[in-house]
């Protein structure tokens, strides 16, 4: 059984910075597409950053030039790097591996101005 477990997320001032990890178990993460999602209060869920298995990035504008998606497969660990924090960045944080039909629980993100 394939499980993502999220790690990370906190409380945090404007400006600031956070580093959230998606750690897999049962499964071998290396060569997969994965992503990162968030999901705000009454909104839907976004998808913030994705990565392929060769490590070709995709970001949404709201965070590109701010979050760093990464992966080290050796460590079946996800990264988001999530640098200049705004307000609105204040959402749950959930990872995805869409091959495998898998999502974390999600990891709770608040920026406070």
């Known amino acids: 059984q394939v499980q993502l477990v999220e790690s990370g997320g906190g409380l945090v001032q404007v400006g600031g910075s956070l580093t959230l990890s998606c750690t897999v178990s049962g499964s071998n993460i290396s060569s997969y597409f994965m992503a990162w999602y968030r999901q705000a209060p009454g909104k839907g869920r976004l998808r913030v950053a994705s990565i392929g298995g060769g490590g070709v990035t995709m970001y949404d504008p709201s965070v590109r030039d701010r979050f760093t998606i990464s992966r080290e497969d050796e460590k079946n660990t996800l990264y988001l790097q999530m640098n200049e924090l705004k307000p609105e960045d204040t959402a749950v944080y959930l990872c995805?591996?869409?091959?495998?039909?898998?999502w974390g629980q999600g990891t709770r993100v608040t920026v406070s101005s």
């Open positions: 995805e591996l869409p091959s495998l039909n898998s």
